[in-house]
T-cell receptor, first 113, second 113 residues
Framework: KQEVTQIPAALSVPEGENLVLNCSFT??????LQWFRQDPGKGLTSLLL?????REQTSGRLNASLDKSSGRSTLYIAASQPGDSATYLC????????????FGEGTQLTVNP | NAGVTQTPKFRILKIGQSMTLQCTQD?????MYWYRQDPGMGLKLIYY???????DKGEVPNGYNVSRSTTEDFPLRLELAAPSQTSVYFC????????????FGNGTRLTVT
């Protein structure tokens, strides 16, 4: 059974800092991996989707990498801003799980002005 | 651009009562999902549908039922509410299942007392 872990559970940084969020998964037989952002009281917003054949995806100040063999993904946020404060979740689509995603518990990020 | 709309936003139920959580999307997506999110936890899949007339169980289907009579609507039914069903419920849709970004509604916060 696929398990997805995100460490740390919470992170607080000063504005302007570059930061990395981590996601690890136990079964490397995956289709893809998605990173989401969740604001308090809101639903999830998809940020980046990396297919298993890709090594990274970029969108603006965000860069997500994927290393299937080691079961790890990172989300890099450059020049963080207070508006980046949110919970970030990763989710893995497995080869044996059909239309299902397995979610991590998330990292709650606070960017202080 | 409505996207995925969930109603109601909040609801308090007494043990044993029933209710239907409504979900509708206007993006003509075939794939729709129901997740629940407990505090500090990742999302757990309750049910999903790959098209009108087709539904399937996720990780935690007990105590819930769904139907998918149209492409747009995917209601979730709780028949006999229990305190363990206190949670935030999210509906999501996507164009190509887990191979495309998921679009989420803003959730329904349900309390069973």
């Amino acid at each position: 059974k696929q398990e997805v872990t995100q460490i740390p559970a919470a992170l607080s940084v000063p504005e302007g800092e570059n930061l990395v969020l981590n996601c690890s998964f136990t079964d490397s037989a995956i289709y893809n991996l998605q990173w989401f952002r969740q604001d308090p009281g809101k639903g999830l917003t998809s940020l980046l989707l990396i297919q298993s054949s890709q090594r990274e995806q970029t969108s603006g100040r965000l860069n997500a990498s994927l290393d299937k063999s080691s079961g790890r993904s990172t989300l890099y946020i450059a020049a963080s801003q207070p508006g980046d404060s949110a919970t970030y979740l990763c989710a893995v689509g497995g080869e044996t799980s059909g239309s299902r995603l397995t979610f991590g518990e998330g990292t709650q990020l606070t960017v202080n002005p | 651009n409505a996207g995925v709309t969930q109603t109601p936003k909040f609801r308090i139920l007494k043990i044993g009562q029933s209710m239907t959580l409504q979900c509708t999307q206007d993006m003509n997506h075939n794939y729709m999902y129901w997740y629940r999110q407990d505090p500090g936890m990742g999302l757990k899949l309750i049910y999903y549908s790959v098209g009108a007339g087709i539904t399937d169980k996720g990780e935690v289907p007990n105590g819930y039922n769904v139907s998918r009579s149209t492409t747009e609507d995917f209601p979730l039914r709780l028949e006999l509410a229990a305190p363990s069903q206190t949670s935030v419920y999210f509906c999501a849709s996507s164009y190509q299942g887990i191979n495309s970004p998921l679009h989420f509604g803003n959730g329904t916060r349900l309390t069973v007392t």
